[in-house]
């Protein structure tokens, strides 16, 4: 069945920087497009960034254009979000999504905060 398996969340300062991984199973990977959600505290999930299956294309929320990066390798059915320079309100519950059977993983919990 479909395993989604995110890490690398945790506490940064502002203007730091965190790697979120999320591991893929079950499914066929390289051919399906990957999502990154993230949930605030009393928000609704919100679409961070989008990759396709090959990577040659993403898309991102305005909020984190030129902040955030999506990339994913897939010899490692592993897709990847890059954050740099973080700011308190990126402080949410990251999801990785996939697009086979539009299943999300656990979350990883990321806090921006001095």
């Known amino acids: 069945q479909v395993q989604l398996v995110e890490s690398g969340g945790g506490l940064v300062q502002p203007g730091g920087s965190l790697r979120l991984s999320c591991a893929a199973s079950?499914?066929?990977?390289?051919?399906?497009?990957m999502r990154w959600f993230r949930q605030a505290p009393g928000k609704e999930r919100e679409l961070v960034a989008s990759i396709s299956s090959t990577g040659g294309s993403t898309d991102y929320a305005d909020s984190v254009k030129g902040r955030f990066t999506i990339s994913r390798d897939n010899a490692k059915n592993t897709v990847y979000l890059q954050m740099n320079s973080l700011k308190p309100e990126d402080t949410a519950v990251y999801y990785c999504y996939e697009t086979y059977e539009s299943r999300w993983g656990q979350g990883t919990q990321v806090t921006v905060s001095s």
């Open positions: 079950g499914f066929f990977f390289k051919s399906y497009a």
